[in-house]
């Protein structure tokens, strides 16, 4: 039978049924066995062993506030392009830096802009531009914010977003569908981009590479900590507003249950194998922040919760338990406030 959530009965057994072969066992394997052989495997399934460097045209600069802006164009190796945003601090010394990953919020118009203010946008922009950061970042921009703190930032528009955006919220099944035609996730086209723009990042000679971070909020969230398990050039990671367990998302009334932008978060290619928080756990030990409001609608407490607790657990056996905070804000909706910014950015500093 299916319900009025789509789910058919096959559905609840296999989400009532799951197993998770490469899930961290510590009964039968080491973290460090662990996590070499799945990080391997993971990168393999969704086709992203190979990870060159996005190449870079720059189309403008600015400057505002002993910053340096850039307005570029990412040249990917799987023929798409892209536009990004550069900010860095107006310096020569090499600077820490972050790839900052922009939301979904099935808000299309605007994805770089999200993150990083320019002067001089249109007006209309501007309009799109203040209205998302009001509403889910407290009306700051967390590239310029991070920019006036030290740090080099990098922001790219994601397929279907800003200068890539489609045909907006109903064509995002038919979006996935099409590249599935040919056995290509949504999900792992914006992963494989993450990476060649971070591989890019940390190549730029006023960067600090040992000094970088994945940073976001959201589906950016997700994005930063799938960046932080699969890439060594990751040094330290951000990641709000996305995590739960499979089976505690899978439940009525979640966005998991619709398609459309689920699509842009589920890679096929490792489904039913490796759970949420164990794929985040391919990042430690390095520092992590993950977090996410105690009343998010998107991540029940529960469904929160028990990630958490794996996640942690995943660090203690790196031997890094200290290097891991995981946060329920109280009262908190599904919203990236200054108060938690603030936190997110003494975090990174700390630990950077």
Known sequence: MIDGENMSGLARRLRDNLS???NFDPGKEDFAAWSGRTRNEVRAALGVERVPSAQVSVIGEWREDDLQGQELQLHFSNGETTGAYLLRPNTKAPTPAALLLHDHGSFFSIGKEKLIRRPGESVELTADIDHWTARLYGGRH?????????YTVLCADALGWGSRKGNGYEAQQALAANLM???????????QEDLE?????????DVDARRVASFGYSMGGSRAWQLAALSDDVKACVAGGWMGTLQGLMQPGNNQLRGQSAFTMLHPQIAGKLDYPHFAGLAAPKPALIFSGAEDRHFPQSAALAAHE???DIWTASGAGNRVETQLWPGAAHAFPVDQQDHAMDWLARVM
């Open 20 to 22: 998770f072969a490469w």
């Open 142 to 150: 967390v590239g310029n914010e991070l920019a006036r703190s030290g």
């Open 181 to 191: 035609q040919f056995g290509v996730s949504y999900a792992s086209v914006i992963l």
């Open 197 to 205: 723009a971070l591989a890019m990042l940390c190549r730029l000679p």
């Open 310 to 312: 794996q996640v942690r």
